[in-house]
């Protein structure tokens, strides 16, 4: 299953994320950045920026493809994700691994 979110408070709190079914499709990439309640941030506000969606989209659909080809991951969380006009960067990356 792949979850996004703005992370955060959106997450914990509000549970402001959307999930699918791995494997996902383009389809499913740009529904579930729309869908959360907190798409306007990503659309640009009080002067910043629009988020480049189309990166956060390929984001998505190659984390599924990950996932899809390594069932022996049991979870993998990107946190923090940083969009930015033209482009996306996962700072940091945690994977637990299912056992054996």
Do not use: C, W
């Not at 402001?16 to 907190?38: K, L, N, S």
Request: negative net charge; proline residues 6%.
């Amino acid at each position: 299953v792949l979850m996004f979110g703005l992370g955060g408070v959106l997450v914990e709190v509000l549970k402001d994320v959307a999930f699918r079914v791995v494997p996902i499709t383009g389809r499913d990439a740009r529904q579930m950045i729309r869908e959360i309640q907190g798409f306007p941030v990503l659309q640009g506000y009080r002067g910043q920026a629009p988020a480049d969606l189309d990166a956060l989209e390929g984001l998505l659909l190659k984390l599924s493809a990950f996932i899809e080809g390594h069932p022996q991951v049991a979870e993998l969380d990107l946190n923090p994700v940083f969009a930015y006009a033209d482009g996306a960067l996962a700072v940091d990356a945690r994977i637990a691994l299912a056992p054996a």
